[in-house]
T-cell receptor, first 108, second 122 residues
Framework: IVLTQSPDTLSLSPGERATLFCRAS???????LAWYQQKPGQAPRLLIY???NRATGIPNRFSGSGSGTDFSLTISRLEPEDFAVYYC??????????FGQGTRLDIK | EVRLVESGGGLVQPGGSLRLSCSAS????????MNWVRQAPGKGLEWISY??????????ADSVKGRFTISRDNADNSLYLQMDSLRVEDTALYYC???????FGRGILESWGQGALVTVSS
């Protein structure tokens, strides 16, 4: 299963709302989709699992939604620390686990 | 606090071998499935291997099948990745990652180490 994220790069300002998309090549039947954040020089961090469940310690400005083949991650009001690369990942058809190619969220 | 620390990375020639270790603490290691995920320089994430908590089920990505071997020592809270027949394209930062869903969880990568860098070059 291939995950395609859009856009590749998103340039926004702090305080703005960000919406990142992830499209699957096949239907993800059990909502088994996760989102990760990765900052330069750091390991990825789990943000969202099962499409819409926030991981422990993740602020409520992060939310996930979607179904079938189309999923999204929304950051309601961007904080300076939110500028990073974001990956979606499916585990419905695991193995293998597959990741999207990533969306880079840049400061405008 | 969950802690995962990878070690064993380094520079190796094509065709060579390397063994990575991941030392775990802060949780019941045997109660969680574990994964290896790699990231080539400047690239995205690639899952490469999975092992259940008891070690009875193992999966590999096609890109490493037959060359890499995952194992674990639950008494020592350690995960391993034996990498043989290394290729230039195996150059990457290798992360171990703990599954969120317990001994048979299959894909929510809840905690990650900082990675071990493997460079394959002549």
């Amino acid at each position: 299963i291939v995950l395609t994220q859009s856009p590749d790069t998103l340039s926004l300002s702090p305080g703005e709302r960000a919406t990142l998309f992830c499209r699957a090549s096949q239907t993800i039947t059990n909502d088994f989709l996760a989102w990760y954040q990765q900052k330069p020089g750091q390991a990825p961090r789990l943000l969202i699992y099962a499409t819409s469940n926030r991981a422990t310690g993740i602020p409520n400005r992060f939310s996930g939604s979607g179904s079938g083949t189309d999923f999204s991650l929304t950051i309601s009001r961007l904080e300076p620390e939110d500028f990073a690369v974001y990956y979606c990942q499916q585990y419905d058809y695991s193995p293998p686990i597959t990741f999207g190619q990533g969306t880079r969220l840049d400061i405008k | 606090e969950v802690r995962l620390v990878e070690s064993g990375g380094g520079l190796v020639q094509p065709g060579g071998s390397l063994r990575l270790s991941c030392s775990a603490s802060g949780f019941t290691f045997s109660g969680h499935s574990m994964n290896w995920v790699r990231q080539a320089p400047g690239k995205g994430l690639e899952w490469i291997s999975y092992m259940t908590g008891p070690g009875n089920v193992i999966y590999y990505a096609d890109s490493v099948k037959g060359r890499f071997t995952i194992s674990r020592d639950n008494a020592d809270n350690s995960l391993y990745l034996q990498m043989d027949s290394l290729r230039v394209e195996d150059t990457a930062l290798y992360y171990c990652a703990k599954d969120h869903q317990g001994a048979f969880g299959r894909g929510i990568l809840e905690s990650w180490g900082q990675g071990a860098l493997v460079t394959v070059s002549s």
